[in-house]
Nanobody, 125 residues
């Protein structure tokens, strides 16, 4: 069992930066691939970024955020980060952290077994 708690969301202006954190608890938390998804009002949950359990293995980004967002993890702290720069109003959403074992299709939410409660990010124009 893995518990995930996100933090770091807030209200910012376009062009600003935010860093989201996801603290994972559970004995095997560091062995999970970790992802970030987001859901805007009236829209489906959308893949944002993912990183392999080893951190140095692989990572993938949604084209909409590549070059602006950076995912990283610190397994010693059981924490995953999402650094978000050059934020745009269209980035406004609830951001969710997710954990999955040996994720094969990184942008499919069904590949992830555990989810956090989400943190709100609002970007004003």
């Amino acid at each position: 069992q893995v518990q995930l708690v996100e933090s770091g969301g807030g209200l910012v202006q376009a062009g600003d930066s935010l860093r989201l954190s996801c603290a994972a608890s559970g004995r095997t938390a560091s062995s999970y691939d970790m992802g970030w998804f987001r859901q805007a009002p009236g829209k489906e949950r959308e893949f944002v970024a993912t990183i392999s359990w080893s951190g140095g293995g692989w990572l993938y980004y949604n084209d909409a955020v590549r070059g602006r967002f950076t995912i990283s993890r610190d397994n010693a702290k059981n924490t995953v980060y999402l650094q978000m720069n050059s934020l745009k109003p269209e980035d406004t959403a609830v951001y969710y952290c997710a954990a999955g074992r040996a994720v094969a299709v990184v942008d499919q939410s069904g590949q992830y077994d555990y989810w956090g409660q989400g943190t709100q990010v609002t970007v004003s124009s």
